[in-house]
């Protein structure tokens, strides 16, 4: 895998952060506003927004089918947070509007013990390192067939999903301290 690698831009994600993290672990990063800016062999679709904006503006700028064709050829996509939850089919955040569909089920307001979950939370998993992440969120998938890490706060929520080179996390690598950086280099790595 090349150390190029394209953060896409939703105009609603935390991009410096992510970018210093990627950069941390040795990649030169784009920032692309469209497809045509892609450089590299990896897509990072970022966190934070909301999952009707961040859909619409996925659209406006022309991203569902490329985002769609990376999936279809099996080269290496990381989703982050609302970008995780995209690519479910909806977001009870914004019911009308449709995600990705590249996998079974919604994100949904969960019964947390506050509003939203900020903070580190342990996860449970045999598919990825075992660590502590950080969690921004108010939405998440209760349960997936692509689950591979789960995260208890009042109720048990998908942590991580993957299937081929699709991976999503709703938790925060880049703000996860030394083992969310361990998590980026693996999956943008393999």
């Given at each position: ?18 970018r ?26 970022p ?11 996925l ?46 089920g919604?994100?949904k ?12 939370a ?8 075992e660590?502590?992440?950080?969690f921004v969120n108010?939405?998440a ?15 048990t929520f ?16 880049e703000?996860?301290?030394q ?7 693996t999956?943008?790595?393999?």
């Open positions: 895998m090349s150390t190029d690698i394209t953060i896409v831009d939703t105009q609603a994600g935390n991009l410096f952060s992510l210093a993290a990627l950069e941390r672990i040795g990649k030169t990063v784009t920032i692309a506003q469209t497809p045509e800016q892609i450089k590299g062999d990896a897509l990072v679709i966190g934070q927004g909301r999952f009707g904006t961040v859909m619409s503006n659209s406006n700028n022309d991203w569902l089918d490329t985002l769609n064709d990376w999936k279809n050829d099996n080269k290496t996509i990381l989703g982050i947070c609302v970008g995780m939850q995209i690519m479910f089919e909806g977001s009870d955040e914004d019911p009308e509007t449709q995600g990705l569909g590249w996998f079974n919604r994100a307001k969960l019964k947390f013990p506050k509003q939203p979950m900020v903070g580190w342990s996860i449970n998993t045999k598919a990825l390192l660590g502590t992440p950080y108010s939405y998938v209760r349960e997936s067939e692509q689950c591979v890490a789960t995260t208890q706060y009042g109720e998908c942590a991580a999903v993957r299937q081929g080179n699709v991976t999503g996390f709703q938790f925060h690598p703000k996860s301290s083992y969310g950086t361990l998590l980026l280099s999956v943008l790595s393999s």
